[in-house]
């Protein structure tokens, strides 16, 4: 078993390969940060994670321990392995954008999605599309009418999510919410980095 | 007033061209088809109509009368107008496709995915994505704990819901969902078209 530590700096998004039979462990290391994913097929990046294939794979809108993450063509990419946390997730927000924070009144903010493509870029990746993310960590809950109500992460320091690479080669992206205007990564509006682990089993 | 209507056939995607101030009526003829619906800017097709957008933009699951449907840049596309269903729709699975067909041991059944490409290619345009549908009439409903269930729908012949269009040109495309494996489409597994009507105002 060969382990790969990799930081996740606040703010920022971070490309991480996995490949087929590797685990990535992704630690919330301060306990309160949201970490928005995504990931794509290293042979065919237009193939990604997609979270409406996933609620439809698990006939579930967070995916649980056992269940799959299925990408755009219904295909597993991962299983959900381990999970420490509470189990709070969130897969029906898009990420923040440009667009978000310039309705907010703060054009030019750090955000999720350029995060994204500008860790895929330094990769020698492009995708011409966002896929909706899975918002690990963050705490959305709905009501039973579909009301989606907006709360800080219940996560504690050093909790974790597990999942196992089911397909060759995977590109995993990660961003660290910088979203430092709303409670969205706790109440101290500070947002902070993360980290992943790789392990060769 | 100038109407134009347009029907949709079975087991088909069509494109509607919908201008700023319009009002495109999607009408249930029969009363059991689910509509998979998008969205794309005719003068940005990567500009489309998304579901996660749409989520948080109205912190709902399911857009009601007087919410926005928004692009994947946050801006406004459309206003839901009038609904005259029960309001049971859809905004959390992917469309049917050729790899659920496939899965399901019916390789080369009509889709829904297909059928959104295909209707754009007939109107010169081409989506390099997949964009979350809007699965009007589609009850698939949730429980308080994310549980998703597929049942029949509840609409009546005849029931419609009216958006009203926000920006300057807009292509609509519906298919009437193909599904006729599962009671998704109704008890009877008889998929059937449907009709849309453009008001001028």
């Known amino acids: 078993m060969q382990d790969t530590a990799i930081d996740l700096p606040a703010r920022r ?6 490949r087929e039979g590797q685990t990535i462990r992704i630690v919330n290391v301060h306990g309160t940060q949201v970490l928005d994913c995504w990931a794509f097929d290293r042979a065919d990046p237009s193939c990604c994670m997609s979270m409406e294939h996933t609620r439809s794979y698990n006939s579930r809108i967070v995916p649980r321990v056992g269940d799959r993450l299925v990408d755009n063509r219904y295909r597993p990419m991962f299983e ?19 667009g978000i924070y310039a309705r907010m009144g ?7 999605e350029d995060n994204l493509h500008q ?3 330094g ?26 109500s907006r709360k ?4 504690a320091p050093g909790d ?10 995977a590109v995993v992206v990660i961003s660290c919410c910088p979203q430092d205007l709303t409670p969205i990564n706790g109440e ?14």
């Open 160 to 169: 974790h999510v597990e999942w196992k690479c089911l397909i060759p080669e």
């Open 13 to 18: 998004g971070t490309v991480i390969p996995v």
């Open 123 to 148: 990769a020698g990746l492009a995708v011409g599309f966002t896929p909706a993310p899975f918002n690990i960590f963050m705490n959305y809950p709905f009501s039973p009418e579909g009301e989606i």
């Open 119 to 121: 860790a895929l870029a």
């Open 188 to 201: 101290s509006m500070s947002p902070c980095g993360a980290r992943c682990l790789i392990f060769d089993r």
């Open 106 to 112: 703060h054009p030019g903010h750090d955000n999720c």
């Open 80 to 98: 959900v392995v381990s999970d420490t946390s509470p189990g709070i997730h969130d897969t029906l927000m898009c990420s923040c954008s440009a």
């Open 152 to 155: 800080p992460p219940v996560s």
